[in-house]
């Protein structure tokens, strides 16, 4: 069964802590994302990856850092210098990046306190 | 910044009726796509329409683009209680060249509920 996971569903952390989201994909695809949707708005990008061992800045890096070492694997580290971490994270993933659709994982709710 | 905005940004009918939503952007695109979500979960892709094309056609659904307006809209015909959901436009500006480099800038959504 293809698709893209996202683990876990919900994460709770304490302010200040560095937390990991997981975020897999066995649809052989090149291109990943991960971007952040906050209540009532659209989504942003956090990050994206062309290729393994590579990785772009999108609109709000700040905060956050990736890393390619595995074409079906992207996870996505919010460190303790997010100011507002507390938000919806969506993962996706499409077959290259020279555009078309991208697939989504179920997504993370993150919640800082 | 939000290169998609939406309109409406919530909208209710009754099951059978259409439902249209309508999307402007800012900036020259190679194509713009529309997804769904359901609360609380991942995006679905519904369709994307190239910069070249005027109008395409999935299912119950029919989308347009206009690009002098800068605009497009999604059209949603025979709407059931299924359809309750957020819709959103998303657009792919491309790179040099017309190359896309895939990076998509979603709009704030459209709220559809569609009350059987």
């Known amino acids: 069964d293809g698709g893209i996971t996202q683990s876990p569903k919900y994460l709770f952390r304490k302010e200040g802590q560095n937390v990991t989201l997981s975020c897999e994909q066995n649809l052989n695809h090149d291109a990943m994302y991960w971007y952040r949707q906050d209540p009532g708005q659209g989504l942003r990008l956090i990050y994206y990856s062309q290729i393994v061992n590579d990785f772009q800045k999108g609109d709000i890096a700040e905060g956050y850092s990736v890393s390619r070492e595995k074409k079906e694997s992207f996870p996505l580290t919010v460190t303790s210098a997010q100011k507002n971490p507390t938000a919806f994270y969506l993962c996706?993933?499409?077959?290259?990046?020279?555009?078309?659709?991208?697939?989504f994982g179920p997504g993370t709710r993150l919640t800082v306190t | 910044s939000q290169q998609g905005e939406e309109d409406p940004q919530a909208l209710s009918i009754q099951e059978g009726e259409n439902a249209t939503m309508n999307c402007s952007y800012k900036?020259?695109?190679?194509?713009l796509q529309w997804y769904r979500q359901n609360s609380g979960r991942g995006l679905v892709h519904l369709i994307l329409?190239?910069?070249?094309?005027r109008e395409k056609h999935s299912g119950r659904l029919r989308v347009t683009l206009d690009t002098s307006k800068k605009s497009s809209s999604l059209l949603i015909t025979a709407s059931r209680a299924a359809d309750t959901a957020s819709y959103f436009c998303a657009t792919d500006a491309g790179g040099a060249g017309g190359t896309s480099y895939g990076k998509l800038t979603f709009g704030q959504g459209t709220i559809l509920t569609v009350h059987p």
């Open positions: 900036t020259s695109i190679n194509n």
């Open positions: 996706a993933s499409s077959i290259s990046v020279a555009g078309g659709e991208q697939y």
């Open positions: 329409i190239r910069s070249n094309e």
